[in-house]
Nanobody, 114 residues
Framework: QVQLVESGGGLVQAGGSLTLSCAAS????????MGWYRQAPGQRDLVARI??????NYADPAKGRFTISRDGGLNTVYLRMNDLRSEDSGVYYC?????????WGQGIQVTVSS
């Protein structure tokens, strides 16, 4: 069973920055994609993801403000979030995707105060 452990969330003022980390229990290169999602009513919306080949994708609100990166030696994926806005608040989930299915972390709270 893959384990994904998120850290780095918390409370930050609007305009501030946070870096989320997701540590995987196995090689992140075993997955087609590693990504970050934010919980919305009834669904989880993609924020950013990175493919095994290094291609990155961002949701429109994240473009230019957020950066997804990884450290293969640490089996960790990061989400650097700059210029945070109140609408960025929510629970963020780390996701690891491969053909056999999706794996999720436990979620971490990000709260942006205006």
């Amino acid at each position: 069973q893959v384990q994904l452990v998120e850290s780095g969330g918390g409370l930050v003022q609007a305009g501030g920055s946070l870096t989320l980390s997701c540590a995987a229990s196995e090689s992140i290169f075993d997955f087609n994609y590693m990504g970050w999602y934010r919980q919305a009513p009834g669904q989880r919306d993609l924020v950013a993801r990175i493919s095994v080949g290094g291609t990155t994708n961002y949701a429109d609100p994240a473009k230019g403000r957020f950066t997804i990166s990884r450290d293969g030696g640490l089996n960790t994926v990061y989400l650097r979030m700059n210029d945070l806005r109140s609408e960025d608040s929510g629970v963020y989930y780390c996701n690891a995707n491969r053909l056999s299915g999706n794996h999720w972390g436990q979620g971490i709270q990000v709260t942006v105060s205006s």
